[in-house]
């Protein structure tokens, strides 16, 4: 049962005004000062690339070198515990069989399983897959949530009531702490989304339970339709998300707030929590829901979606935040890292043209390759530079979704079930390799003020 929203009051409402424009007044800080100061905006250097705050095993993602002090943009890549994530995806695919348990195996262990490992793996994860007694309906539909990846991270605070030994920071503890995440993520979410959908939009309510045997891509789908069908080919190509968006690397905005908040010495349940909460935003893992928002948006706006004038023209319109958000983004174009190419959306492109060709989607499909070809162009001469600029994953990944009838109210959701196995390991290797709490310097530039007491404060 949903709690019912309380409204606003006419004052509360006129009074949150003048506390905005006071808070706003009082945290403004001169943009010119973190030039003088030096400071990494966004631990960023000034040529755009990250600093380097730690070191990893787990990923790696490669997108340009430094030759001679200057950053030289380089085809993307990916690697996972050192291994390319299309050797990964082509080895799973040439012997038929599902990737995303493989992959969880790699991350968290650092090797790859053999035939007996991955055997026992898979089996413990279809053993851990069901939620506690009682946490369905106690945790999650008795408090639902418009919003999936908010009902996510509760979920996972929720599962500390739920484990007998919470606060271990053993290894083994930590492991199994991990494995059970790893299992019960699709499930959390799935049963979040029925919730959602039975209590904000009026649906029947499904609450299947998890098939032994079937692959983490197989039992989402069954778990999220009312009649748990899909098609083989959608189950490959859901896996082949999971895979791609297991990892990425130490410096992405989720992995580095798990590490942060891991740092302190907080229990599992608290920094995986973190991690989705920062996923959940719309410049990070909510991304791909603003990329579908857009196309939609220039679908609509873009008359004929041949011609790259007219699309050009419109996306000028966006990059001066004059249409869609206003925001002057292009989402889905650029990233931190990849400049010439970002491997996992060349994997998604590839997809995303079989599916368009089979469900007869093809305009679409080449509309969102007429963006990627003519956003550096536009990027190029509204914005006065000629910095180099490729599709991210999020690009296509909404598309693929969608054309799988997958709720674009799923599309996070399926990125926090892919990547709670690079959380993971980034968990236990902040807990065996970090060993101090994360602590960054923020320089004050506040002016010194003498205190006033109440009587003598003006207005």
């Not at 409402?13 to 030096?38: M, T, V």
């Not at 009026?202 to 032994?212: I, M, R, Y």
């Amino acid at each position: 049962m949903n709690h019912s929203i309380r409204e606003e009051s006419n004052f509360e409402r006129q009074y949150l005004d003048q506390l905005c424009d006071l808070a706003l007044k009082q945290n403004a800080i001169n943009p010119e000062l973190f030039g003088r100061f030096n400071v990494k905006r966004g631990l960023r250097n000034a040529d755009g690339t990250g600093v380097v705050v730690g070191l990893t095993n787990i990923g790696d993602v490669h997108g340009y070198i430094i030759d001679e002090g200057e950053k030289v943009a380089v085809e993307g890549r990916l690697r996972y515990r050192g291994i390319d994530i299309k050797e990964l995806i082509q080895g799973c695919r040439q012997e038929k069989r599902f990737g995303f348990s493989e992959v969880a195996y790699l991350l968290v262990f650092g090797v790859l399983p053999d035939t007996e490992q991955l055997e026992h793996f898979k089996e413990m994860i279809d053993s851990l897959r069901e939620l506690p007694s009682g946490f369905t309906e106690n945790m999650i539909l008795k408090a639902s949530s418009p919003n999936v990846m908010n009902k996510l991270a509760r979920s996972v605070l929720a599962l500390y009531s739920y484990d007998s030994n919470p606060d271990d920071h053993s290894l083994k503890n930590v492991l199994r702490q991990c494995i059970e995440l790893i299992a019960r993520f699709p499930t959390m979410v799935a049963y979040a989304y029925q919730a959602k959908c039975h209590y904000y939009e009026g649906k029947s309510l499904f609450l299947h339970k998890p098939q032994a045997g079937m692959s983490t891509a197989e039992n989402f789908l069954h778990l999220i339709r009312g009649d748990s069908k899909f098609t083989p080919l959608e189950a490959e190509i859901l896996d082949l998300a999971l895979m791609i968006h297991a990892e990425h690397g130490g410096g992405n905005n989720s992995a580095f707030a798990l590490h942060v908040v891991s740092s302190s010495d907080t229990d599992t349940y608290s920094a995986i929590s973190a991690a989705v909460g920062s996923l959940k935003g719309s410049k990070h893992g909510g991304a791909n829901i603003k990329v579908s928002q857009m196309m939609e948006d220039i679908k609509n706006s873009v008359k004929d979606w041949a011609d790259d004038e007219e699309i050009a023209a419109y996306l000028a319109r966006i990059l001066n935040k004059g249409a869609f958000d206003n925001s002057g983004l292009v989402y889905g174009m650029g990233h931190a890292i990849y400049t010439i190419s970002d491997p996992r959306a060349v994997v998604l492109k590839e997809k995303a043209l079989q599916l368009a060709s089979e469900k007869g989607r093809t305009d679409e499909f080449n509309l969102h390759c007429a963006i990627e070809r003519v956003v550096p162009e536009v990027f190029s001469r509204i914005k006065g530079n000629v910095k180099q600029i490729c599709p991210n994953v999020d690009f296509y990944s909404g598309l693929v979704y969608d054309m799988l009838n997958i709720p674009a109210e799923l599309y996070a959701p399926i990125f926090a079930i892919s990547r709670i196995a690079g959380w993971s390991a980034h968990r236990i290797e902040e807990l065996i390799s970090g060993g101090r709490i994360i602590r960054p310097a923020y320089k004050s530039v506040s002016v010194k003020k003498e205190y006033v007491s109440l009587d003598r404060r003006s207005r």
